[in-house]
């Protein structure tokens, strides 16, 4: 019923401009009052997660592209070795891992069988499970050690939106606490990146509120037939996101790549108006990311690519390769994803509608697929 979707057209829309909450949910009472992380519903021994010497993340869909930007955070704040990895993939090549291996599974259902059946078989071999659930007492973190659930409330529409951000921002809080636990960084650097965590809902908010011109793109674009996403670091798997939410729900061929990669193959793929939308590095992160991706988007255009960026406000480098700019607020590097994920997902659902397609229940899916 239209109250059931808060007024919107779809839950899909709803589920869109629900995100500031889902972050800001996923977000409240991990820490006390004197800025210490605390994760009251980790069953598992505090010993055992300072032993802990790998961890691989588990996932399907959605939830997996949460699991690379989980690898990224995890890794670089925590110092431990994180492999991300498709869960019907992994139990079918004699993967390696003991009992200081930690399974972090990503699931918003709880439910997706792949991802059940993973989680069961590493148990078996002896490794600790941790749960990053947004599905209170759903399977997969009742069979796990340990769970850390999201809270972005009932997800309804088929593809996923707002329980990705709030995986994403499981994850960080999984990862800060870790570091916490492991001694890898101080309560102050802590509190500062909790402290800009504790800033995203309102910068999406803000996002959400000046979305016009992107739906208004998407509608000019209903007849594209296909659509490419590039990224780097953290904005890789949101490429990844981008092209998936397009292809679920608009049908359309798209795919993401590394930037990096370009070069490597999918630049053959460039011709006279192909499409693509590239995600900045924010100008102020590490090395010279975003200069190389800026180069990108040089390389692309100069081959005729209809240029789409989506890029951290100021970043006035982009504006004269881009036939697009799409900015969005800025924030500590790692934490982009919670910020540029949003107007793909837009993009993706404004096409979709403008094309008379049923956003909420795309043909062919199943918003839990319980079959291996
Ligand atoms: C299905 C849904 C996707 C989702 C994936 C994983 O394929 O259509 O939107 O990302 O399952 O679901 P989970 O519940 O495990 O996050």
């Known amino acids: 019923s239209a109250a059931e979707k808060g007024g919107y057209e779809t839950f899909m829309e709803k589920e869109i401009n629900d995100q500031p909450k889902a972050v800001e949910d996923t977000l409240l009472g991990r820490s006390d009052e004197t800025g210490r992380m605390v994760l009251d519903e980790l069953r598992i021994d505090p010993e055992e997660l300072r032993q802990v010497s790998k961890i691989i993340v588990l996932a399907c869909g ?42 972090v599974s990503v699931s918003q259902s709880g439910e997706t069988m792949d991802t059940l059946m993973a989680v069961r078989y590493a148990k078996e071999q002896g490794a600790r499970t941790l749960a990053i659930c947004n599905t209170n007492g759903s399977t997969i973190p009742r069979e796990s050690d340990a769970v850390l659930y999201t809270h972005a409330g009932p997800e309804i529409a088929v593809a996923s939106t707002k329980a990705f951000l709030a995986q994403i ?6 990862g800060l606490y870790l570091a916490q636990l492991r001694g890898q960084m101080f309560t102050g650097e802590i509190q500062d990146i909790l402290a800009d965590l504790h800033k995203i809902p309102s910068k999406i908010q ?23 996403f590039l990224g780097r670091h953290v904005g890789f798997p949101v490429a990844m996101e981008g092209a998936l939410k397009l292809k679920e729900l608009a049908y359309i061929h798209a795919e993401g790549f590394a930037a990096g990669e370009l070069k490597h193959g999918p630049i053959a793929l460039i011709e006279e108006g192909q499409p693509v939308f590239v995600v900045v590095p924010s100008p102020r992160g590490r090395d010279s990311l975003h200069a190389k991706v800026v180069s990108n988007i040089q390389e692309v255009r100069a081959r005729g690519a209809k240029t789409i960026t989506v890029a951290e406000a100021g970043d006035d480098d982009v504006r004269e390769y881009s036939e697009e700019v799409f900015f969005v607020p800025d924030t500590q590097p790692l934490l982009m994803p919670l910020l540029t994920t949003v107007p793909l997902q837009i993009f993706a659902c404004a096409l979709a509608e403008q094309k008379g397609y049923d956003v909420d229940q795309p043909r062919n899916l199943a918003k839990s697929v319980t079959v291996e």
């Open 62 to 103: 959605t939830a997996a592209y949460a699991g690379t930007v989980a690898k990224y955070a995890i890794e670089h704040w925590c110092r431990v070795p994180v492999e991300v990895e498709l869960a019907h993939e992994f139990r079918y090549r004699d993967p390696i891992i003991d009992t200081s291996t930690l399974i």
């Open 169 to 174: 921002t499981g994850a960080y809080v999984l």
């Open 206 to 228: 803000q996002i959400l509120d000046d979305s016009e011109s992107i739906k208004s793109l998407a509608r000019a674009m209903a007849a594209t037939p296909s659509v490419l």
